[in-house]
């Protein structure tokens, strides 16, 4: 059975940071590439983030580069999403996906930069 494990996410100032997790289990996680998502309301969900599976390549949209950061650890099947400088535009659930033989989606997880 797939599951995700997300956590990090809450309330942070603006130019603060943020660390997301998000812990897998129930498929060979080292075989699949991870994409960071978010879903802002009344908006379609958009990429942030992608790593490949067994390499450090990495990925970015204009609008976080720079400020965003995409790692993992296959030892623990985990992937993150370091988040400095946040804007209230970055305001939105956070989804982990994994794409591979399948594709898996994470639950979610909110992020809310405000004063």
Do not use: H
Not at 52 to 74: E, H
């Amino acid at each position: 059975q797939v599951q995700f494990v997300e956590s990090g996410g809450g309330l942070v100032q603006p130019g603060g940071s943020l660390t997301l997790s998000c812990a897998a289990s129930g498929f060979t996680f080292s075989t699949y590439t991870m994409t960071w998502y978010r879903q802002a309301p009344g908006q379609e969900r958009e990429w942030v983030a992608w790593i490949a599976a067994t390499d450090t390549s990495t990925d970015y949209p204009d609008s976080v580069k720079g400020r965003f950061t995409i790692s993992r650890d296959n030892a623990k099947n985990t992937t993150y999403l370091q988040m400095n400088n946040l804007k209230p535009e970055d305001t939105a659930v956070y989804y982990c996906k994994a794409a591979g033989d399948m594709t898996y989606w994470g639950r979610g997880i909110q992020v809310t930069v405000s004063s």
